[in-house]
C-alpha cells in the first residue's frame, strides 16, 4: 500500500513560482503529478521514474521542474513562471511504471491533492 500526502499549495500572482511536496510511504516505482482545473479532466502534469528520468506535459516543459529525495521519501514540483490556466487542484500519484501512470491504468495510489491558484 502507497500513501502520499501533499503540501505547498496556495495562491500567487502570473509570473510567480510555488514549490508542491509529496511524501510517500511505501514501495513505487514511477512518481508523478496531475491537476483538474474546474469544470476539466485530470491530465497529467509530470513524472519521474525510478532510474531519476523525467518526463513533462509540453504545456509545462521548461516551467516546471519534478525531482525526488529518496532518502526523505518525498517528491517535489517546482513551478516556475506560474500562468492563470496552472490554476486548479495537483495530485500526487504514484504507479508501477510511467507508461500506465501518465495513462491512467493499473494500480495508481493517488494523494489528497492540494490548491494551486494563479492570479493575472
Known amino acids: 500500500q502507497v500513501q502520499l500526502v501533499e503540501s505547498g499549495g496556495g495562491s500567487v500572482q502570473a509570473g510567480g513560482s510555488l514549490r508542491l511536496s509529496c511524501a510517500a510511504s511505501?514501495?513505487?516505482?514511477?512518481m508523478g503529478w496531475f491537476r483538474q482545473a474546474p469544470g476539466s479532466e485530470r491530465e497529467g502534469v509530470a513524472a519521474i521514474d525510478r532510474d531519476g528520468s523525467t518526463s513533462y506535459a509540453d504545456s509545462v516543459k521548461g516551467r516546471f521542474t519534478i525531482s525526488k529525495d529518496n532518502a526523505k521519501n518525498t517528491l517535489y514540483l517546482k513551478m516556475d513562471s506560474l500562468q492563470p490556466e496552472d490554476t486548479g487542484m495537483y495530485y500526487c500519484a504514484a504507479g508501477a511504471t510511467c507508461a500506465g501512470l501518465w495513462n491512467e491504468y493499473d494500480q495508481i495510489y493517488w494523494g489528497q491533492g492540494t490548491q494551486v491558484t494563479v492570479s493575472s
Open positions: 511505501g514501495l513505487s516505482l514511477c
